[in-house]
């Protein structure tokens, strides 16, 4: 893995309790400014003038993340006045909360002995949605999109591949 640091010459301090309020799996410090979120290509932190991509496989997967988190910050700074900002630390999802979308067979086809531990390497970003076979098939299309929504990866997807 690599991570790789952009500095940001005009400051985003102002958009991350917009972005906060947001994206779904962030977890902001406001006495710091510091917004973290996972997604499917890497672990992203915010600062009013810094972005730092974590955990990215090569420096092409770097820039396409940075690509990604730009487009989103500019976006959400845009549609800010239809977004009520959150000034405050929101509540972290848990594993149990993302247990409750999955098909729960036990069937260890990711690699994994339960859900549950999947669940929990999800969060952590060392498993993707993907990895659980039984949610690719049609009866689990919907809790499959819920989960995208739950951790945010629906729109990633795209920068991981």
């Known amino acids: 893995w690599i991570a ?44 009013p003038r810094e972005i730092i991509v974590g955990q990215v496989a090569c420096e092409e997967d770097a820039t396409k993340v940075l690509d990604y988190v730009k487009k989103l910050v500019n976006d959400t700074w845009e549609k800010r006045t239809g977004i009520t900002p959150v000034y405050e630390r929101k509540e972290e999802i848990k594993a149990k909360d993302v247990l409750d979308f999955l098909p729960r067979p036990n069937c260890r086809d990711c690699g ?37 929504r739950l951790l945010q990866t629906g729109i990633t997807e795209e920068v991981a591949t």
């Not at 972005?19 to 932190?45: H, R, W």
Request: aromatic share 8%; charged share 20%; net charge negative.
């Open 112 to 148: 994994l002995p339960t859900c549950f531990a999947f669940a929990v390497a999800l969060l952590k970003g060392q498993k993707r949605l993907q990895d659980c076979s039984a949610l690719s098939k049609p009866e689990f299309a919907e809790d499959k999109e819920a989960l995208a």
């Open 4 to 47: 790789v640091t952009a500095e940001l010459s005009d400051g985003i301090g102002e958009v991350l309790p917009y972005l906060n309020a947001t994206v779904k799996n962030a977890v902001y410090t406001p006495e710091v400014q510091n917004l973290n979120f996972k997604m499917d290509a890497g672990v992203i932190s915010l600062m």
